[in-house]
């Protein structure tokens, strides 16, 4: 079996034509994508997927949450389907690789499968989990989170939020006819184990000349949402000395949130998102938003790290001697994930089948995936492919074919590897 | 003549009824107002006064801006009308007195005079000058800086400036039936001068308890909309020492511009608008609007505030050491504008008729005005009524009522002196 090979030709073919019917943008590179979580170009995708995995024999379910499933069987009928899982949604500037690579690597490993008649003792399940990014719905990997019932926003919670133009998520997948009624509990609608194939997006295993990130954890994560008020005013008549200028305190506070990143060396921190409630340049801002990302190795690093950013503001607010004052209005987070050794080894052992030892590198995640939620409740691990220079969340995004079909192939290798242990029932 | 009176009781019911009407925020203070030009708010305002003009035997003519001239015709009929102007339209979160009280006054002074059948020797014109407030439509004093020719927006670069809903101007006033043939040029369509009442917007009457300003000049200011550019990239992958951050950038440049204008004391800054390129949050912004604004008394302040604010942006540029960057892509500027003696003396004559010497204060304007364009094609002034604690631009703008009546008595008075100089061949 392990000499088993996806097809590069048909991966490669699969994944630029769905992303250039779908979401590619006129002036950006080519790799550029925008298919913002339950767009229409995001149903179109999806719509294709769910016919793909149809013909290839597969049951396919729909959650509460929009979560695919696309389901294989296996010759057990006591065990549930080990599951290769990703996200088809993009940044509305992001690449064709972030997500996008995961579902696709998994469509061509059941293809393979497909093709070369085999069966496997589990049933495997392609998952294309909904809404990752939380670009358009705000709360990134929001669709695992619920599925894996560990996450602080219940079914209901995420079903009422709303995007810029305040369209609630629940009637988003009712316009684009993915409000399925498969419970979204993996109680309910259950999985063996989780696979994740993705890019690195940070410039590690391109800067040391590794193929393979073996993924031993996530980091851990915390959001922010801030709001800073001030007294609105007159900007030509309202005198230096007497304003209480919001976007000028905010300024002050967004400046110390990477200072303090920057010196305490505890992890990064970014204010990605601000927001004005003024939209005249003749008046003085009185009431501006803006939300902080927070990410260390730890918990507990990333308690430290918002907590020091946090005295920083008050220094701030104190030094500025006005009516500005800021307030948490909302907080949201992922704590450190640790990833099981069952899987990790199993995509250790995956890899060792394709290239040697040193070019595979054991490593921690930085960036936030599906795969922290599934790992609160069932074995999960993830395999990361380079990204060029680090880039992602950005059009430029590229991982090479060399690299992504080397990641398709562990993919496929990690699961039969794990499916032969749960057959022998060592799993 | 001196012991004609306005109406205050009527003035105060058309003030208070039509802003209730069209424009007013349930959830603010009574005096609250979202009225943006060429709305359908502004839409009803402006049928109902043309509606009132018309009925005061005015004829009433809309020009290309959408500029309304209700002209009250004179004994003598080689002469131009006298003209009493300012705006019916407001910031989004902005009072009922800024421009609305101007407009008001002047129908009041029309009332008035019809009512006790008083004619004057020139014709005079009530004026609603569209857009002051450029808060819809970016630009503030638009119409009036047309009609001057003086401005550098002509006729058809202001029809083709878009609102955040990219809807043409010249599109919404023709949505709402106000793009008028009259040609938006003071030499077709001329005045002998112009008068408008307007709050003061500024603390000055208030703290030193002065009743009327008799304002000549206003000061010069210059907007500069700035573009901070930095590189995307992943809030969680990217390394802090790595990032090119276009909203740490433009934080400290923000910061920049108050700390240059309270320490080198030459005038006052503002950022009143900013956006972000990014709406994610998970994104390391790659850019950043923002625009500045800058008045001083004197042209030469304002040229030497900016340079320093732009010499400090330099400054912070090299210190960050990455690769943000920062351009001005579009500056707009309304030169220092000095009143007419003769305007300025009709006005002080009309206060010193109703108050004493000392409840009188010649001051400049800190705030842009309508009659900033036309004092630079026609004998131009003032008068300025207290703001309570110097707030405007504010759901809490307030100005007294006798402060107010006053003012629009001041304005019937000033007309009438001008009308009578104008008689006598002394103007």
Redesign the interface.
Known sequence: MASLKINCARLNHTLHSTCSQWGAHPSWPETGMCRLALSEEDKMARDWLVQECKALGCDVKVDQMGNIFAIRAGTATDRKPIGMGSHLDT???GGRYDGILGVQAALEVLRTLHENDIKTYCPLALIDWTNE???RF?G?MMSSGVWSTKSSLSLQDCHNVRD?EHRKLKDALEDIAYLGETLCDYRENGLECHFELHI????ILDKEKKSIGVVTAV?G?K?FAIRVMG?????????????S?A??T???L??S??DT??NTRLG???????K???????????G?NF?I?V?CSTDKMVEDLSSKIFKAFDKIIEAECNETSYKITKTWGLPESIFHPNCIGSVRAAALEEVSDDEILDMK????HDSAWTSRVVPTSMIFVP?KD?????PNEYTSPEHWSLGAQVLLNAVLKYDERAKTREY
Not at 268 to 274: D, E, F, H, R, S
Not at 276 to 286: C, G, H, K
Not at 365 to 368: D, F
């Open positions: 940044q509305p500037a990014e939380g670009a705000p990134a810029e690195e997006q940070g410039p980091q994560m959001w007294i609105e005013g007159h900007s030509g008549t309202t005198p230096m000395a007497n304003r200028d976007l000028v905010a300024s002050r967004i400046s949130v990477r990143a920057l990064v921190a970014t204010v990605g998102v601000i004005s409630d003024t939209s005249s340049q003749a008046t003085i801002p009185a501006i939300i990302d990410r995640s930085h960036a936030g990204s680090g880039i992602s969340h950005n």
